[in-house]
Structures are given as structure tokens and as C-alpha cells.
């Protein structure tokens, strides 16, 4: 199983700021199969980023995917306040895993 | 438009097992494959395993790989989780989520909260 370490655990930032998410792959992932999901409380994880760099339906141009190999990055341009939440990298490689998340949170 | 209903909360003893449903409508049932996803309280997500609901072949997390089986009615469009021998560790909201195919979750469930308690 492939581990996906993701950094930092808590990101203070106020609207309008620019966040800058990292998720680090313990070996070698396909660019094809590193996703992005943002949860909010009490809700389902909804689906941001698919095949590192491209944006679901629906999700605002703000959000972008980037990286290949063992790193990726999420990066909101501009913070809305909506956006404050939990953001989770997967991969897919022989089975499926998810990094520890991210909290992005209102300084 | 694609919907993944899943039954109500549960409340069990250390020991027993649980079985969680997930009601698909809104695409072609057998053309995906569903996972089970699990989150305890204030903790992250974790990936339990899968069904293809074409064939019903599976693949489990090693983690849960002898306590868990996933099945799937195609006749209704339900998947199942079951989880056996619980513990209070495993006190955490179970999610189904539909796979893309190529490498991503593109809808969830709502969450079915499992509380293992005496």
C-alpha cells in the first residue's frame, strides 16, 4: 500500500490568501490516479481534483492540481470562505489510500 | 442524477457484526465499482475495499481483509458492507462511494454512523 503523507496538518489563512496543500507519496504514483477531495463537517467528501491536475465539475477555476512522481500540490489562488475545510489526497495504485488531510483553517 | 442512499446509524456490542447498505440510482449499477470508506471521529478517511459491481469481484484493505465483506444485489442496486467482530475502534461513519474507473471517487454517500458500544 502506497502511504500518502500530506502536509502541513493545519493551514491558517484569511480570505483571500493563497493555499498552498502538499501531498507526498511514499513511492511513485501515476499522475492519472492522484485525486483531491475537500470535506466539510458533517458532510461527504466532494471531489476536486482528478488525475493530479484536472477540476471536477462544477469546482471553481481558484482550485488547481499540480505535481507528478511523489509530490503533488492543491493550491486555492484566493481563498472564499466556503473553501475552509478538510482537503484529502488518494491514489490509486494496487489498492486505493488517502493522505491524513490538511485542515485549512480561519486565521 | 447519480444518488448512493445508505441505511440508518447503528448501534452495536463489542463482538457483533454490522451490515451497511447503500442504494444506487441514477447510472447503470454494473459499470462501476463501489467502495467502502470509513472515518472515525475527528480522524481521516480510510479506504476499507471494494466491489466490482459487474462481477462482483472484490479487493479489501489488508487492514480489514478478515473482518470485512462487501456484496452487491444487482437486481436492486445495492452494495453491502459487513464488518465483523467489532470493537470500539471501529465506532466511525461508513461511506459508500461509486468509483470513476480511472483512478478517483466521483460520488459518495451520505455516511452511516456505526457506534460499537456496551
Known amino acids: 500500500e502506497i502511504v500518502l503523507t500530506q502536509s502541513p496538518g493545519t493551514l491558517s489563512l484569511s480570505p483571500g490568501e493563497r493555499a498552498t496543500l502538499s501531498c507526498r507519496a511514499g513511492?511513485?504514483?501515476?499522475?492519472?490516479?492522484l485525486a483531491w477531495y475537500q470535506q466539510k463537517p458533517g458532510q461527504a467528501p466532494r471531489l476536486l481534483i482528478y488525475?493530479?491536475?484536472s477540476r471536477a465539475t462544477g469546482i471553481p477555476d481558484r482550485f488547481s492540481g499540480s505535481g507528478s512522481g511523489t509530490d503533488f500540490t492543491l493550491t486555492i489562488s484566493r481563498l472564499e470562505p466556503e473553501d475552509f475545510a478538510v482537503y484529502y489526497c488518494?491514489?490509486?495504485?494496487?489498492?486505493?489510500?488517502f493522505g491524513g488531510g490538511t485542515k485549512v483553517e480561519i486565521k | 442524477q447519480v444518488q448512493l442512499v445508505q441505511s440508518g446509524s447503528e448501534l452495536k456490542k463489542p463482538g457483533a457484526s454490522v451490515k451497511v447498505s447503500c442504494k444506487a440510482s441514477?447510472?447503470?449499477?454494473?459499470?462501476?465499482?463501489m467502495n467502502w470508506v470509513r472515518q472515525a471521529p475527528g480522524q481521516g478517511l480510510e479506504w476499507m475495499g471494494w466491489?466490482?459491481?459487474?462481477?462482483?469481484?472484490?479487493k479489501y484493505s489488508q487492514k480489514f481483509q478478515d473482518r470485512v465483506t462487501i456484496t452487491r444485489d444487482t437486481s436492486a442496486s445495492i452494495a453491502y458492507m459487513e464488518l465483523s467482530s467489532l470493537t470500539s475502534e471501529d465506532t466511525a461513519v461508513y461511506y459508500c462511494?461509486?468509483?470513476?474507473?480511472?483512478?478517483?471517487?466521483?460520488?459518495w454517500g451520505q455516511g452511516t454512523l456505526v457506534t460499537v458500544s456496551s
Open positions: 488525475g493530479a491536475s
Open positions: 462511494a461509486r468509483w470513476r474507473g480511472t483512478g478517483w471517487i466521483d460520488y
Open positions: 441514477g447510472y447503470i449499477f454494473t459499470s462501476h465499482a
Open positions: 466491489i466490482n459491481a459487474g462481477n462482483g469481484n472484490t
Open positions: 488518494q491514489q490509486y495504485g494496487s489498492s486505493l489510500s
Open positions: 513511492q511513485s504514483v501515476s499522475s492519472s490516479y
